[in-house]
């Protein structure tokens, strides 16, 4: 089995930043692609970022695109969510996810975290 768990989330003021983490465990020796996908209230879960196995391949939401960095440490098992200039509009359920391919649609990706909550305020 493969368990996800993200971590970092919080209340920040907008302009500032924010990191977030997501540990994978279980069959780590297989190479998932990782992706972080968000769910404002209201609103259907919607893809932010994806980065391949070997992490020299990453993909941006345009929303997020100058802003985010997604990044990687196989070593630990770890995947990053690197968030900066935080605005309002970025307040949601941020969720981690693998995958065999490096993909932007969310029912391509087989295991999922149970979300870490990100609040931007004004």
């Known amino acids: 089995q493969v368990q996800v768990v993200e971590s970092g989330g919080g209340l920040v003021q907008a302009g500032t930043s924010l990191r977030l983490s997501c540990v994978v465990s279980?069959?780590?020796?297989?190479?998932?692609?990782m992706a972080w996908f968000r769910q404002a209230l209201g609103k259907e879960r919607e893809f932010v970022s994806v980065i391949t196995y070997g992490g020299l391949s990453t993909s941006y939401a345009d929303s997020v695109k100058g802003r985010f960095t997604i990044s990687r440490d196989n070593s630990k098992n770890t995947v990053y969510l690197q968030m900066n200039s935080l605005k309002p509009e970025d307040t949601a359920i941020y969720y981690c996810?693998?995958?065999?391919?490096?993909?932007?649609?969310?029912?391509?990706?087989?295991?999922w975290g149970q979300g870490t909550q990100v609040t931007v305020s004004s």
């Open positions: 996810a693998a995958g065999a391919m490096p993909v932007e649609t969310e029912q391509d990706y087989p295991f």
């Open positions: 279980g069959r780590t020796d297989v190479g998932y692609a």
